[in-house]
C-alpha cells in the first residue's frame, strides 16, 4: 500500500512534519507550499525546511498525476 511505501522522513523537524504527512495533506488538496504551511505549519518557523518540503511536493504532485494519468483509460 501506498502508507507502507512512504517513508517517516522529517521535512520539518520544528513541526515534526514527514513525508507522509505531505502525501496526506495533496491527497486532501494541498497544491502550493501555502497550502502546506496552512494545513501543517511547513516553514513556519525557522524555514530550513523549506527547499526540501518545496521537493517533496513536487514530487509527490508528480507521482499523482502520473497515477492519475495511467489510470485515466485512453
Known amino acids: 500500500t501506498i502508507r507502507q511505501k512512504l ?3 522529517y521535512i520539518c523537524v520544528c513541526n ?3 513525508e ?3 502525501h496526506e495533506a495533496v491527497k486532501q488538496g494541498a ?3 501555502r497550502d502546506l504551511r496552512t494545513c501543517l ?3 513556519g518557523q525557522c524555514g530550513v525546511c523549506a527547499c526540501h518540503a518545496k521537493t517533496t511536493l513536487d514530487k509527490i504532485l508528480s507521482q499523482e498525476l502520473s497515477r492519475q494519468t495511467n489510470a485515466s483509460p485512453s
Open 7 to 9: 517513508s517517516f522522513m
Open 16 to 18: 515534526g512534519v514527514t
Open 20 to 22: 507522509r504527512d505531505i
Open 31 to 33: 497544491v502550493r507550499m
Open 41 to 43: 505549519g511547513v516553514t
